[in-house]
């Protein structure tokens, strides 16, 4: 067996279930997404991993949208479909209109594209900007 | 000469001069950053640059400092170290409090973590994202 | 043609050959895996790098098992999905269990993030590290 | 004020002085590494990842030193300074020769450039790598 | 709706044909690719980024092959299928041979290694590349 | 001992300096730079590595200037400043004029940007570029 296998709800064990309980209580879903049952396959990380996104993603000097934003620039960043995919919709769900989501595409070309002019230019960092 | 050398306003072509004014005025500043005075180097380049970066980080669906958050977060996740100090600078002028940046890097560190989760074990996408 | 094409083993020429006739003897495979057949595509490299890969794997001051979770964590990383398919396989094979799975996973979840609060928080390197 | 500043244990809180006093403890060392002092400006922060990094790296069904290669891997493919310095020392100080280092920077630099090889050829997963 | 929807010709406002058209005529294609779809669901995007591609890609000092090939060369290091696609197709148009793509990837792949050697042994910048 | 030490020619075993005196010769150089001093650390891997790298290099399909600004955008993709370093100085010794590095400069800024865009907006790829 290569592939990872997500756990289903069903065939979970009660520490598994539990976690999926509380990831639908929060997040307010039916189900829980693919991402959390491929990581029930190591039940400490899971919990982990959700105690952890349960606390980063709460609304505090930051809203939940703007955390989605920060989220879906990173995983665009990065090239993973499935960060793209899952957080694309939860910033949808957050209030992330169109033309919210034209800028912030905008705004990570334009980062992703000046990051490499600073490091081929090798650009010595402004003394103000280590103050 | 290997490394590249910054235009100084003093032996700035008038076209180069055009533009560095233009960031001094529009960001407020006395003095362009290093950045630009390496950009102008090629002043086609510069030009070109400048124009965007002023449309693309100007307010609109998503205000400066949303704006600059995820510039941030998007130099983070490059690592590159230019970045990085620059946009922390104009994030902090944009009004980004010690709360918000602690909460800026928790939430790139969540998503830098998780794509690989999603990654390693390939996760497929859930119908409902690609709705 | 846009899309590389494999060389397949009945119309390759006979140095291709001689290469896929060692990769299934070392590796003790009934045919080679599409990697090889699309490298194939430039006699030279894939000679050149089964040659390299042969050399690196073998097990040394480092067993099989420990190289393939860190081609694996490299793959992962870098979000090529073809290398994690095959280095999972690969790891499998050379006895990675479902526990050591979810260890990998977790470290290389911890490094990356933690990577990004490096780089975010500017972290200077501590004199005794480089020692 | 711009760059981010560490927090240093006669200055830090009661509630990070447990964390470091944990660290301490737990890695046998005489003070914390400057990680771990940026980490403190956000305080909730710290605690968390200390405690999931304390569970990460603990052995298990791999051990001390196999997580510590994995976390340098990664560090180099991120191309990460920090960690980079701070894992060679911890891999060292787990155990890590000269060898290993040698065979672990070929395994690195081989996953690096398949990996491009194998997006750039647009390599199909094989079948038996998805059973 | 989750996944971002193309803009087709017929459904295309005024200003979005007006680019789709320059497109067309610049490339000598009878109809624009995706890429360029996606991006007219913002239309002041598109417009500034189809600029910038005409000024970037025109022949120069560079003639077009070799923009076509390290445009590919950037895209494989990112690992973005989309990119490699589009740009192997461009790159054929261009005149890359079956030679030159094997050489060109044996560049990326070494590249991509060596680089990690450089970071993983920390190579001090040698003085002469400072000059 | 964290830190990789260099090996300088005075104190190299024969083999080390057999590959030594092959860069000076082949690279036309008086002494061999910072990377190979380091890579002796590992004697079979600079020996496999500088045989690797002389015959990718060559020039082939590609001339070697060619080779040199894509060995650049690689390095500059990853932000690796070594790399970045080095082989500017190599494009420099190979022909790379002024106007060439800004040209090469603004097509890694346009790559490094499309290449989000593509992922973002989830662009499907083409029939035609997988013919």
Sequence with gaps: ???PRPVEYANASPEVRSVFDDIKAVRKVAHVNNF?????????????????QKAVLAPGAL???????????????????????????????????DAMFGELMAVIGMANQTNRFADGYRVPIDDDFND
Tied chains: 1, 2, 3, 4, 5, 6.
């Design 36 to 52: 959390w049952k491929y990581l029930a396959g190591d039940p400490a990380l899971l919990k982990r991993n959700w105690e952890a």
């Design 1 to 3: 067996m290569n592939r």
């Design 63 to 97: 809203d939940r949208l703007v955390k989605e934003l920060i989220y879906l620039a990173v995983s665009i960043t990065n090239g993973c479909s499935y960060g793209i995919a899952c957080h694309t919709a939860l910033a949808r769900k957050a209030g992330m209109t």
